[in-house]
């Protein structure tokens, strides 16, 4: 894939994701305020021992919903991004990136849906995202390994 269509996917993505959170803060009335009353309601609680982490005290249903909402948007968008590479003929590399963004936004997405419904807590979701990130990290690392010039 030349550097051109590589800028040109770049400006693609960033306009897909204008289009979605521009689309979210149409559809969810309040969605400002449900925002600073999230960020709002941070407090520290404690952990293990000495260890303590900024926790939300109170559900934000509808802010998680609208998270929920643009991950399994922009997840989708991925899954389209990662036809065009194929399409433009991009490295292994580049396609294992998009692949293992993919599975991030859906499951991050999925997640986001049972910390709406309470059926996790705030330290299991972070958890979660934790590990979905290591695992991202690590099949990049592992495709740039198998696939190096």
Known sequence: MKRREEQLLGWLSFGAFLVIVG??????????DE??????????EQVSGDFYFPTP?????????????FCFAYGMYQFILLILKFVL???PTNKSGT????IFWLVTGC?????????????????????????ALIITSATHMTFRK
Do not use: C, R
């Open 99 to 102: 692949f293992t963004s993919i």
């Open 57 to 69: 005290q109170n559900p934000h249903p509808t802010f998680y919903k609208s998270i929920a909402i």
């Open 23 to 32: 689309g979210i803060f149409l559809i969810t009335p309040n969605l400002t």
């Open 35 to 44: 925002i600073k009353t999230f960020f709002t309601d941070f407090k520290l």
């Open 89 to 91: 003929k991009a490295e």
């Open 111 to 135: 997640v986001m849906l049972m910390l709406k419904n309470e059926t996790i807590e705030w330290l299991t979701f972070i958890a979660t995202l934790v590990i979905l990130a290591a695992i």
